[in-house]
């Protein structure tokens, strides 16, 4: 899995290009990094029992995972991102004719416009 992601973080021509990131290894380091917050709740483990990596890996595919709305509010909190955060919800089309609609961030998904703009604002 490492080499595939170092080979996504390589890619120029793509959605998922991430010009300051070269490997993995960098990504985990400044993941690592960061403050931890009690206010994000405790990590979760899953594990999908149905789902294996491939023919050579059988054993099921396990990840650990933290509410994203709870996730997203500390984000959003810290001021070193502030300048890198976009809010409003935008529609992104690819130059495709006819064009089609791109979902690259979560500020291009239906969920973003639908979330921003609903009356109920317990999230």
């Known amino acids: 899995m490492k080499t595939y992601y170092d ?6 021509n793509t ?5 300051s ?11 690592a990094s ?6 994000l709740g405790e990590w979760e483990l899953h594990t999908l ?7 050579n890996h ?9 509410g994203i709305i709870k996730s997203m509010k500390w984000l959003m909190r810290q001021p070193a991102y502030t ?3 976009i809010c409003a919800p935008q529609c992104c089309f690819n130059s495709d004719t006819p064009p089609n609609r791109l979902y690259t961030e ?5 969920w973003w416009w639908e979330t921003q703009v609903r009356r109920d604002t317990r999230v």
């Open 7 to 12: 080979n996504v973080l390589k890619e120029e």
């Open 15 to 19: 959605a998922l290009h991430f010009p």
């Open 21 to 31: 990131f070269k490997n993995v290894d960098g990504v985990q380091k400044l993941v």
């Open 34 to 39: 960061m403050p931890d917050d009690l206010a």
């Open 49 to 55: 029992e149905d789902m294996k990596w491939n023919d």
């Open 58 to 66: 059988q054993r099921p595919i396990k990840y650990w995972s933290r």
């Open 83 to 85: 300048e890198h955060f």
């Open 106 to 110: 979560m500020h291009t998904a239906d």
